[in-house]
């Protein structure tokens, strides 16, 4: 009898172990968003596979476009082929080749691929109601009109077939509707047997790790449950874009088999950084409380909440009615990167502000920081709002808002160790660990990194420069000590210094250029009296705009500003924008317009309003690079520099005007091309 029992047990547990999970308790990793909308270029297979060794430091999963070839340039989201042979992995993002390969790489480095997976609907191959036939591996997969749901696009389709001698299901869809594709019905056997067969080829043949389900209120929750439960994904997560409650109601209906995105985690992160009230992140979006708050079924679900703060759905796109985060990007990221959950960080958020996203994810993993970890609230009002979180390995407090700059935490335990526009990481003491300031990457002109020993023990930092592990005999400096780095590629290597040992080494590589070897486009021009600033945004900006003021505005007075004019492209694929002042200033409080006054003291640069650079110190035609550096200024010998010829001896001033002689007060001038301190 106990022998049975005890097989009885072990065939228990190995059912469990062998089913699916959802997502993962525990879990700590950190997902990258890797497209972003009509993001063609930068989504690119091979363009992805590049960046893997860079990715890998940290994120543990990248949710990539739907792969399958839609039958022209597309998104992925009006999916025609599902399986393999021929062109049917031949995307609009590459070929099948480069999808297998890019995932390969992800694996070899540790990054699990996520598939995004659309079955709510499906393209047509040449009417209302055919779809392709596929054969994969010597099986025949075809959906037939018969697993189209019975009230699809509203009647439309019924109405159609009814005259073209086509039938539908009997069965009507069991979620939302949505015109334009055919809405499959899961009740359907062949839907279902299509459906498997699917998901195990993304992640047995193709090597995904996951699914992140489009739409999946357009179905009920219970085929989404069995579904994983016949494919075992290591991670399903699915967009189920509504209240709290309908989501974790749809948790629910899948048997926890699937996470779903946090939608009202980032509608509070919106609320507080688009208003400027700060305190609204510890609020309810009307009447909704985010899947990881406290306040919602006391944070039971955190473990299936993946949290956001923007994606291709809610980012400003032309033409398209969307609901973007208008500024504070990097405020909003070190609250995302900083809570419970499991984030997921969009793509152009990445690329605008990779080293500050960088640092925040080292200081989250450095901590410990897991999806099902509690927080406790320390201070909320509109200005600021601060947060400490448990981590397996140290508490963080995280700071954001208006005066984040200059909060002081309560008590001698917290050692700040990191800080930016609007925001602030700070660690406890007991984490007893080295820590540097600045994220490993490509730094423009003096980089001064900042060491500290995140310690309650009388202890030293012990470093090097050349790639080697610290020991007790290596260079010792005090807590707090800035160190400046050469032009060039440093490994720098920082270790805690306690009692003769070496603990808790942290590694950052730095390639550090010179400004002086940037020249500022030929076509960067200024003409005479003109107010402007030149701004060089990423390649993923789709149209700049630009916010100048001092005590009055210069620029509409209504946020984010007037749009700048696109003057070139940079060999790197970075644009390159301009900004000149109509004459108009605006009172900042009633917009009315007022009498013009001086010049601006600060300007500001965004994605349309989406992410954008910290507050600049405005100076008349600057050229601004996509950090927010001021790389130099544009000057009329811009102009005359294409023309120069080598007999022009005449001076001038670094506003382009020619001075009668050589000058005879100090200052930089230019001669022949060339900038000349007298």
């Given amino acids: 009898m106990m022998k049975k029992i005890y097989t009885t047990l072990i065939v228990l547990v190995a059912t469990l172990t062998a089913s699916a999970q959802g997502w993962p308790a525990n879990y700590g990793g950190v997902m990258l968003q890797g497209f972003y909308w009509d993001g063609y270029d930068d989504a690119q297979w091979t363009v992805l596979e590049s960046q893997a060794d860079e990715l890998s430091q940290y994120f543990k999963l990248v ?20 399986f393999p042979g021929g062109n049917n992995y031949n995307s609009s993002f590459g070929t099948e080749a480069e999808l297998r390969s ?19 609907h499906r393209r047509n191959v040449s009417n209302w109601v055919d779809f392709p036939k596929e054969t994969y591996k010597d099986v025949t997969y075809q959906l037939k009109s018969t697993d189209i749901a019975s009230n699809d696009d509203g009647g439309a389709t019924k109405t159609w077939a009814n005259s073209n001698g086509y039938s539908l299901s009997s ?6 509707g949505w015109d334009g594709m055919r809405d ?6 062949n839907v279902q047997t299509n459906v498997k067969a699917y998901l195990k080829m993304l992640l047995e043949d193709l090597g995904y790790v996951g699914f992140r389900y489009d739409m999946v209120k357009g179905y009920a929750g219970s085929y989404t449950k069995i579904y994983n439960e016949d494919a075992k994904p290591q991670f399903s997560v699915g967009e189920c874009w509504d209240g709290t409650t309908t989501i974790k109601n749809w948790i629910d209906a899948t048997g926890k088999t699937s996470a779903a995105f946090d939608f009202q985690f980032r509608y509070t992160v919106r609320n507080a950084a688009n208003n400027g009230q700060w305190n609204r992140l510890a609020q309810a979006n009307e009447g909704n409380y985010p899947l990881i708050s406290n306040n919602y079924n006391s944070g039971s679900y955190k473990q299936y909440a993946v949290t956001f703060v923007e994606n291709h759905d809610t980012e400003k796109r032309p033409n398209a009615a969307q609901d973007p985060l208008k500024k504070d990007t990097l405020a909003a990221n070190a609250y995302l990167l900083a809570m419970p959950g499991t984030p997921c960080v969009f793509m152009t958020h990445w690329q605008d502000c990779k080293q500050d996203i960088k640092s925040m994810i080292d200081v989250r993993y450095l901590a410990g920081i897991q999806n099902t970890g509690s927080y406790t609230q320390v201070t909320s009002n509109t200005n600021v709002y601060a947060v400490s ?18 909060y002081t935490p309560s008590g001698s335990s917290w050692v700040k160790v990191l800080s930016g526009y609007h925001y602030a990481y700070y660690l406890d003491k007991a984490a007893n660990t080295a820590w540097i300031s600045h994220a490993s990457g490509s730094y423009e002109g003096t980089l001064k990194v900042l060491l500290s020993a995140v310690t309650s023990n009388d202890a030293k930092l012990v470093y090097t420069t050349d790639g080697s592990n610290p020991t007790s005999g ?5 807590s707090g000590t800035e160190i400046t780095f050469p032009k060039g590629t440093t490994t720098l290597k920082v270790g805690l210094l306690i009692g003769g040992t070496v603990s808790s080494i942290q590694t950052r590589t ?29 390649a993923s900006w789709t149209k700049a705009t630009c916010w100048a003021w001092s005590t009055i505005n210069f620029t509409g007075g209504n946020w984010p500003g007037v749009e700048c004019s696109q003057v070139g492209t940079l060999d790197n694929g970075n644009k390159v924008w301009k900004w000149t002042w109509d004459g108009k200033c605006y009172n900042s409080d009633t917009k009315k317009q007022v009498t013009p006054s001086g010049k601006p003291t600060g300007i500001i640069f965004s994605n349309n309003g989406s992410s954008q650079t910290d507050d600049l110190a405005f100076e008349n035609a ?10 130099g200024i544009v000057t009329g010998i811009n102009v005359i520099r294409a023309d120069v010829k080598a007999k022009d001896t005449y001076w001038y001033d670094l506003r382009g005007r020619r001075l009668t002689g050589e000058p005879t007060t100090k200052g930089i001038y230019i001669y022949q091309g060339k900038k000349i301190l007298k």
């Fill in 63 to 82: 949710w990539i476009p739907q792969s399958g070839n839609c039958g022209g340039k597309s998104m992925g989201y009006d999916d025609l082929y599902w």
């Fill in 102 to 120: 890019m995932i390969k790489t992800f694996k070899s480095k540790g990054i699990g691929t996520i598939a995004d997976v659309v079955i709510n």
């Fill in 171 to 176: 069965n009507a869809d069991t979620g939302e």
């Fill in 184 to 189: 499959l019905d899961h009740k359907s056997t």
């Fill in 389 to 406: 979180i448990e981590g397996t390995k140290s508490k963080l407090l995280c700071v954001v808002g208006k005066t984040a700059g200059s």
């Fill in 474 to 478: 290596s260079k010792q400096v005090a």
């Fill in 510 to 538: 730095y390639t550090v250029t010179d400004p002086e070897e940037f020249t500022i486009p030929s076509f960067c021009k200024v003409s005479d009296g003109e107010m402007c600033a030149f701004f060089e945004s990423p």
């Fill in 622 to 631: 600057a050229y601004y690079n996509k950090s927010g550096q001021k790389m």
